[in-house]
Nanobody, 121 residues
Framework: QVQLVESGGGLVQAGRSLTLSCAAS????????MGWYRQAPGKQRDLVAR???????NYADSVKGRFTISRDNAKNTVYLQMNSLKPEDTAVYYC???????????????WGQGTQVTVSS
């Protein structure tokens, strides 16, 4: 059973920083793309940043230059360093990963349970 467990959310003042972590556990054959999405109240879940297994990244325009995604392939962990946080960054942040579980070669999409990030003005 593959699980994604997020940590690092919380309440922070505008302009400060937070780092989110997401670790994949269970029987994993390989991990492909990993990423972070966020969902504010009453809005759809949107991409924040993604990273391939080779380290290529892409970001939402709203976070470019402020957020950095990285990963540790040996630990099946993805990170999101968030700097210069703004009140509009307030949302539940979800980890996402494409993983081939067990001895399978097919990739499946997994989601974490979400972690709340609240930025006060």
């Amino acid at each position: 059973q593959v699980q994604l467990v997020e940590s690092g959310g919380g309440l922070v003042q505008a302009g400060r920083s937070l780092t989110l972590s997401c670790a994949a556990s269970g029987s994993i054959s390989r991990t492909n793309d990993m990423g972070w999405y966020r969902q504010a109240p009453g809005k759809q879940r949107d991409l924040v940043a993604r990273i391939t297994s080779g380290g290529s990244t892409n970001y939402a325009d709203s976070v470019k230059g402020r957020f950095t995604i990285s990963r540790d392939n040996a630990k099946n962990t993805v990170y999101l360093q968030m700097n210069s946080l703004k009140p509009e960054d307030t949302a539940v942040y979800y980890c996402n990963a494409e993983i081939a579980p067990g001895s399978l070669s097919r990739l499946y999409t997994y989601w974490g349970q979400g972690t709340q990030v609240t930025v006060s003005s």
